[in-house]
């Protein structure tokens, strides 16, 4: 009897957990480039009471055994890298990544971090930043009196300048993308980092190496579809409720035994 409060209290806890993942997807909704996360589960150990193919005293063999399980564990909370819906800004220092691969962002550091925004900032020297202020790589400055800003779909960064007929190029944007994109550790502020599971980073210009192509004016938006998020949170509630029933129910059990009399 006390076997099903435990394995009750595991789904519970697992549960909060799975709420937790959902109210962070739905909290960024309207978060540039966003990823959505999902958690996987993994039953526990089981408690073998019967082997199956055990013999009998009639020369057979039991056909199934007796196994009771423990309850379930979250085992990971995986990033869906999913393209997301885009968005026409029209402004030029709005970029978006079509298909596969991350911008470049240097941090104070000096670390390399990643992201899928490209909602990019100028300061007050002309160095094109995210919006924290941090350096896009490569470090690219558009002179004071440029007049215009173009980025090619292979990420070739160039501006107008008064009297000239030809573009001025600034530089030329690198993109990187990693075998397993899901295993980059999320630091916030719509970043990542590498970790031993996603591999080193793979850099390259758009639209080679099978990486994106890059598109002016435009944004793309989180990955996270709110209908799919509150199905999620309705499932996991009842799931929670359903585990929340399982212990008061073994409780009463027990309490009918305990007031058991000869």
């Known amino acids: ?63 199934v055994g007796i196994q009771v399980g423990h309850g379930v564990r979250p085992i990971a909370t995986q990033k869906i890298f999913s393209q997301g819906e885009y968005q026409q800004t029209e402004h030029p220092l709005d970029v978006v990544i079509e298909g596969k691969g991350f911008f470049q962002i240097q941090l104070p550091s000096g670390e390399i971090a990643y992201t899928r925004d490209g909602a990019w900032k100028l300061t007050e020297t002309g160095q094109i930043v995210n919006s924290d202020g941090y350096a896009i790589l490569p470090n690219m400055t558009v002179p004071p009196d440029a007049i215009g800003l173009n980025i090619t779909p292979s990420g070739i960064v160039a501006v107008k300048m008064p009297n000239q007929v030809d573009l001025q190029i600034l530089g030329q944007i690198e993109i990187a993308d990693f075998i397993n994109p899901a295993g980059l550790k999320a630091i916030g502020r719509n970043l990542f980092i590498p970790s031993g599971s996603s591999g080193a980073a793979v850099v390259g210009i758009p639209g080679t190496l099978e990486l994106g192509e890059i598109n002016q004016g435009f944004l793309e938006m989180s990955n996270v579809k709110v209908v799919e998020e509150m199905v999620n949170m309705i499932i996991a509630q009842r799931a929670y409720e359903a585990n929340s029933k399982t212990i008061q129910t073994s409780d009463q059990m027990l309490q009918i035994a305990n007031n058991l009399r000869r």
Do not use: C
């Open 1 to 63: 009897m006390m076997r099903s409060l435990w394995s009750a209290a595991t789904g519970m806890k697992g549960q909060e957990l799975h709420i937790d993942v959902i109210s962070n997807n739905l909290a960024n909704v309207t978060t540039t480039g966003f990823k959505k996360n999902r958690v996987d589960f993994q039953d526990l150990l089981y408690q073998t009471l019967k082997e199956p193919g055990t013999p009998i005293a009639t020369g057979n063999a039991y056909p």
